[in-house]
Structures are given as structure tokens and as C-alpha cells.
């Protein structure tokens, strides 16, 4: 599996992007999808995992209420919708595949590049 994420930016505090996580492969919607965040000098964070089916969401409790993960297997490509978005959520955004719904980042096999996501206040 390839996957290749994408939809950072700029934006300011308040505001709201998307991030897709676009995959290659026809196994993909057999895997739990996650994305994780880097902040500079700072260690690789959990963010948000969605189930292969969809019906199973979670998230770090510092995004809770804010984003929200969604999955479209026919088109390959998880989303997190981010919204009110705070200057603590600036970092480089990762998506990852694993055979199990898991926060552990040694769990996840497939990483895709990342994406910069910057929130100025």
C-alpha cells in the first residue's frame, strides 16, 4: 500500500483544512487508516484511526470535538476534516495503514510523506 497525504496549509487560528490520504492498492480497504502529527523538535503524536469498515473513530483527546477522521474505500482516501483549528495544531501531518486499530505508531506498515499543516493566531 501507497499513500500519499495532502491538503495542508496555512490558515489562522479558528479556520478549518482537509486532509485527504490518498492510497494505491486494492488491499486498502483492509487496513485501519491513522494519522499522526510532528511538531518541530518534537516527538511523532497520535491523532486520529478509523476502523476498515468506517464505524470505528478515534482521537487524542486534544483534538476531540474538532476533527473528525472519515473513510471512502471506493475511492481509497481517508479524510480528517480539521476545524477550529489553534496554533498547537501547527505541525507536519502523517497518514499510516495498519492491520489493527491502534495509537501505536510501530503498529502502522505503510507511511505516507506528510503534510505541513501551519495555524497562525
Known amino acids: 500500500v501507497q499513500l500519499q497525504a495532502s491538503g495542508g496549509g496555512l490558515v489562522q487560528a479558528g479556520g478549518s483544512l482537509r486532509l485527504s490520504c490518498a492510497a494505491s492498492g486494492r488491499t486498502f480497504s483492509r487496513y485501519a487508516v491513522g494519522w499522526f502529527r510532528q511538531a518541530p523538535g518534537k516527538e511523532r503524536e497520535f491523532v486520529a484511526v478509523i476502523s476498515v469498515s468506517g464505524s470505528g473513530q478515534y482521537y487524542t483527546n486534544s483534538v476531540k470535538g474538532r476533527f473528525t477522521i472519515s473513510r471512502d474505500n471506493a475511492k481509497n482516501t481517508v479524510y480528517l476534516q480539521m476545524n477550529s483549528l489553534k496554533p498547537e495544531d501547527t505541525a507536519v501531518y502523517f497518514c499510516?495503514?495498519?492491520?489493527?486499530?491502534?495509537?501505536?505508531?510501530?503498529?502502522?506498515?505503510?507511511w505516507g510523506q506528510g503534510t505541513e499543516v501551519t495555524v497562525s493566531s
Open positions: 499510516a495503514a495498519s492491520a489493527v486499530v491502534t495509537r501505536l505508531s510501530q503498529e502502522y506498515n505503510y
